[in-house]
């Protein structure tokens, strides 16, 4: 996702779908979600757990600091 320029964009929560999940393994604490401001530098956004699951899996930051 890409924001208007002189822009700010805000998330609070990232909804992804899992299809077909044979392991887990294969995801967790391997896949991680990255932000960026410039399009060249990334930061850690967060990184799949064991509550990954099939379906609609929610990611959402609860402390208004994250």
Do not use: C, P
């Amino acid at each position: 996702m890409q924001f208007k320029e002189n822009h700010v964009g805000l998330l609070s929560q990232v909804k992804y779908f899992m299809r077909d999940i044979i392991s887990k393994d294969v995801f967790v604490n391997t896949t991680t979600f990255q932000g960026s401001i410039d399009g060249s530098t990334y930061t850690d956004l967060f990184t799949l757990d064991d509550n990954l699951h099939e379906g609609w899996n929610y990611f959402k930051w609860e402390d208004a600091a994250e």
